[in-house]
């Protein structure tokens, strides 16, 4: 399996259903971000930066992946 990756799928209201993939498995999940006011640009990359955070606290909450 290539790196960790995610896929994102959006939803109505500023909720994205997200699956963090590796090769020791997957979570998946959803964050909601603020729609109103914003392009759907800012939106989704909104909703990659939550999603992004989410991952990075994984990974120091459980440490990296066996080499």
């Known amino acids: 399996m290539p790196s960790p990756h995610y896929v ?26 603020p729609t109103e006011k914003l392009s759907r640009e800012e939106i989704e990359r909104s909703a990659r930066a939550k999603i992004q955070e989410l991952a990075a606290a994984l990974v120091a909450a459980v440490g990296p992946p066996p080499a």
């Open 8 to 33: 994102v799928r959006r939803s109505r209201s500023g909720r994205f259903n997200f699956t963090l993939l590796s090769e020791h498995g997957r979570i998946s999940g959803v964050v909601v971000v």
